[in-house]
């Protein structure tokens, strides 16, 4: 099946910080999505993004589908950004999401 | 809110015994996804419905079922519980662009089981 490797797997920031966050994928994919898990548990939506650049307030999102990666930006970043950030892909032959490992992102006040 | 909702948010039991998890996706959404998420598994796909049929199967144990209702509300059974089946159970629902592109999956809070 479809491999998803993400890096770095932790990240510590200063409040205020920005950070580049990256998910590589090993087959050509129809779906790509970014979540973050919240401290609670939650999976939050942040971006559906199989290619192109979305943007949402400080978060922005660019898939290269040919390239086979994709990158989560996060400007300011603000303590309530932390949290486990995944990249869930999907091919056309599956349509099941495979996520990768997260990362783990702490930011200080 | 996703819209997704999932009951009960946790759940304490013994080994051996049998638990039911429930998932109602977002009003439209025909697809119904369960996941499961432990420490050393990561988030692993279980299996999926499309409409009350099965879809898909990932890595679903024996010991586990599911089922989607003609109201697209599904229900996993987990039976002969274990201590490594302790883990959070999620739920997602999409309206599938197509059959081989779900579009965006939209995840409940899930559900926490912690079997002693």
Do not use: M
């Amino acid at each position: 099946g479809i491999q998803v490797e993400q890096s770095p797997p932790d990240l510590i920031l200063q409040e205020g910080a920005n950070s580049t966050l990256r998910c590589n994928f090993s087959d050509s994919v129809n779906n790509l999505q970014w979540f973050h898990q919240n401290p609670w548990g939650q999976l939050i939506n942040l971006f559906y993004i199989p290619s192109g650049t979305k943007q949402n307030g400080r978060l922005s999102a660019t898939t290269v589908a040919t390239e086979r990666y994709s990158l989560l930006y996060i400007s300011s970043s603000q303590t309530t950004d932390s949290g486990v950030y995944f990249c869930a892909v999907a091919t056309g032959a599956n349509s099941k999401l495979t996520f990768g490992k997260g990362i783990t992102l702490s930011v200080r006040p | 809110d996703s819209g997704v909702t999932q009951t009960p948010k946790h759940l304490i039991t013994a080994t051996g015994q049998r638990v039911t998890l429930r998932c109602s996706p977002r009003s439209g959404d025909l697809s119904v996804y369960w996941y499961q998420q432990s420490l050393d598994q990561g988030l692993q796909f279980l299996i999926q419905y499309y409409n009350g049929e099965e879809r898909a199967k990932g890595n679903i144990l024996e010991r586990f079922s599911a089922q989607q209702f003609p109201d697209l509300h599904s229900e996993l059974n987990l039976s002969s519980l274990e201590l490594g089946d302790s883990a959070l159970y999620f739920c997602a629902s999409s309206v599938d662009l197509t059959p081989a592109n779900t579009g965006e999956l939209f995840f409940g809070e899930g559900s926490r089981l912690t079997v002693l």
